[in-house]
């Protein structure tokens, strides 16, 4: 049963993380591809002017895309390793773990909602990742076996003991 629960959280972690990456990923191709596409069709029968302006737009929407693209390939392995050396070697680090739903209702509709899970660290540090509710409370129950010692949940009082001193959030067994 350990070893399962072991392999589930550390495989939600990985889903998670694969999943941000291939957004940042799309979003800077999509950005880059919509830049190189204005910037060769639209500036066609321009005057200079503002044939340059569109230009020079379309090359700061290119590097936005080429930093998106560069930031899911190069800190995507270094997160990844760090969160899962983390949760499977160090697990005593871990001070606090909760999540935050943000739901928005432009005249009572939902137009978006956004869940994130807060891992907050002995040294300060904090991990945060974005999620569905539903892998959100299937970790955190996860952790709560792998992690016993961390505090789980947000209240105004759990954030000022963490900004006083995390050792204050750690529950001795």
Not at 3 to 32: A, C, Q, S, W, Y
Not at 43 to 70: H, K, R, S, W
Not at 127 to 140: A, F, G, H, K, R
Request: proline share 3%; net charge positive.
């Amino acid at each position: 049963m350990k070893k399962t629960i072991e392999k589930l959280d550390i495989d939600i972690i990985k889903k998670t993380l694969v999943k941000n990456r291939n957004l940042k990923l799309f979003i800077g191709g999509f950005l880059m591809f919509a830049s190189i596409a204005v910037l060769v069709n639209a500036t066609q029968g321009l005057p200079f002017q503002t044939a340059f302006a569109v230009g020079i737009f379309c090359m700061l929407v290119g590097f936005t895309g080429l930093y998106f693209i560069l930031h899911a390939l190069l800190r995507y392995s270094a997160q990844r390793n760090y969160l899962i050396v983390l949760v499977e070697n160090n697990p005593n680090l871990v001070a606090w773990v909760y999540y935050v739903k943000i739901e928005n209702f432009p005249f009572g509709v939902r137009f978006i909602q956004y869940t994130t899970l807060y891992i907050h660290l002995l040294n300060q540090e904090k991990i945060t990742l974005q999620m569905p509710e539903e892998d959100i409370l299937d970790l955190m129950q996860l952790l709560r076996c792998r992690i016993p010692n961390a505090t789980y949940g947000y209240s105004k009082y759990k954030e000022q003991l963490y900004n006083i001193s995390p050792d204050l959030l750690v529950n001795e067994y």
